[in-house]
């Protein structure tokens, strides 16, 4: 493998890592292209776990300046109900998509780091500046909402 397939793959990598923090592809972009300057002007080192925490600071800090509250206008809502048959049944990438958005940025972090990279909880809690509980605690609860929403999709679908 050269060194810019290796490159690539570690960009790669934190590309969806932003994305399990973001769960927005331009953001994920910018997040990763801005940590990849920074550790450029540094001058490295060049591996998973810099890379990983410096766009997990990154993202802090864009969160804190913006002060990010999702908030929706009532002139904005779709009142549409379920029970609507001009409503296109969702797909399974859709399901997924609404489902995964409704995590917040912190329990698609540890999921993904522990799903996806495979880290144990006591890399992830090194990773994130957590205590290991706290990573134990937030996992446990990710996933019981995320069984509850998968059981609440099927349900509604049939």
């Not at 609507?84 to 329990?107: Q, R, V």
């Amino acid at each position: 493998m050269t060194d810019d397939q290796t490159m690539a793959d570690l960009l790669q990598r934190g590309f969806r890592y932003a994305l399990s923090l973001t769960h927005d592809d331009e953001q994920a972009q910018d997040l990763v292209q801005d940590a990849a300057l920074s550790i450029s002007r540094r001058g490295g080192p060049w591996n998973i776990q810099f890379l990983v925490t410096v766009i997990r600071n990154r993202f802090i800090d864009q969160y804190r300046r913006k002060k990010l509250v999702p908030f929706e206008y009532l002139e904005d809502v779709d009142y549409q109900t379920v029970e609507d048959e001009s409503l296109p049944a969702p797909t399974d990438h859709d399901a997924m998509e609404t489902i995964l958005g409704s995590l917040k940025p912190a329990e698609r972090e540890v999921l993904y780091l522990s799903a996806v990279e495979d880290y144990t909880t006591a890399e992830i809690a090194e990773m994130t500046g957590k205590p290991r509980g706290t990573v134990l605690s937030l996992l446990h609860r990710t996933k019981i909402k995320l069984r509850q929403s998968l059981s609440h999709e099927l349900q509604y679908r049939t």
